[in-house]
């Protein structure tokens, strides 16, 4: 079985352009969330989406934003980019909401790597 | 404070050696919490998860503090292959859902 999938797996934007990031998660898991990491540091909670409602929201601005679709796919969209937006985003799927029951693993695509410039 | 504060290292050790990483969290009401392994330019990968009585998989065990809001990972016997990045993870529940809460990791090199 194919583990979550991200795509584009690397790309290079100008500061003020727009991105979609996307995110097939693990055939079955019906959660997905979204991370950001920058370089030297552990990943940041972006955005929780379960059964295609959003169920937690990080501290982001409204630049970002983020969709599930009936097939439990998922796309994080950022609106005028900043330098500071260049990161690492991963993509995580798991059956149920992230603490819902013990035994929940969450898997991590392996991102997409996003440059500003 | 940062929510969940580990030290960035590096820990430099010989093969063989035990090293022992340690991780504070700030919020008492966590409910669950996990160790993953981050290799240089990869995805976490979740290493085990980290119970109340503590639990120990092979050369690696897991303790957790919920008093001192601690938790720790052991490695015994270091391999070359345990080289890389060990991030603490913390389930919290707050305004905005359940979020997984990440550390900013603690590098390992295993030296021959």
């Known amino acids: 079985d194919a583990g979550v999938t991200q795509s584009p797996t690397h790309l290079i934007k100008t500061r003020g352009q727009q991105v979609t990031l996307r995110c097939s998660p693990i055939s079955g898991h019906k959660s997905v969330s979204w991370y950001q990491q920058v370089l030297g540091q552990g990943p940041q909670f972006i955005f929780q989406y379960y059964e295609k409602e959003e169920r937690g929201r990080g501290n982001f601005p409204d630049r970002f934003s983020a969709r599930q679709f009936p097939n439990y796919s998922s796309e994080l969209n950022v609106n005028a980019l900043l330098l500071g937006d260049s990161a690492l985003y991963l993509c995580?799927?798991?059956?149920?909401?992230?603490?819902?029951?013990?035994?929940?693993?969450?898997?991590f695509g392996e991102g997409s790597w996003l440059t500003v410039v | 404070r940062k929510e969940v504060e580990q030290d960035p290292g590096p820990f430099n050790v010989p093969e063989g050696a035990t090293v022992a990483f340690n991780c504070t969290y700030s919020?008492?009401?966590?409910?669950?919490f996990f160790w993953y392994r981050q290799d240089c330019r990869k995805e976490p990968k979740l290493l085990m998860s980290?119970?109340?009585s503590g639990n120990e998989d092979g050369r690696f065990t897991a303790q957790l503090n919920r008093a001192s809001q601690y938790i720790s990972l052991l490695i015994r016997d270091s391999k070359l292959s345990d080289s890389a990045t060990y991030l603490c993870v913390v389930n919290m529940r707050n305004n905005a859902g359940n979020m997984l809460t990440f550390g900013g990791g603690t590098r390992l090199m295993v030296k021959p």
């Open positions: 919020n008492s009401a966590s409910q669950s």
């Open positions: 980290v119970y109340s």
């Open positions: 995580a799927s798991s059956l149920a909401p992230q603490g819902a029951m013990t035994g929940n693993t969450i898997y």
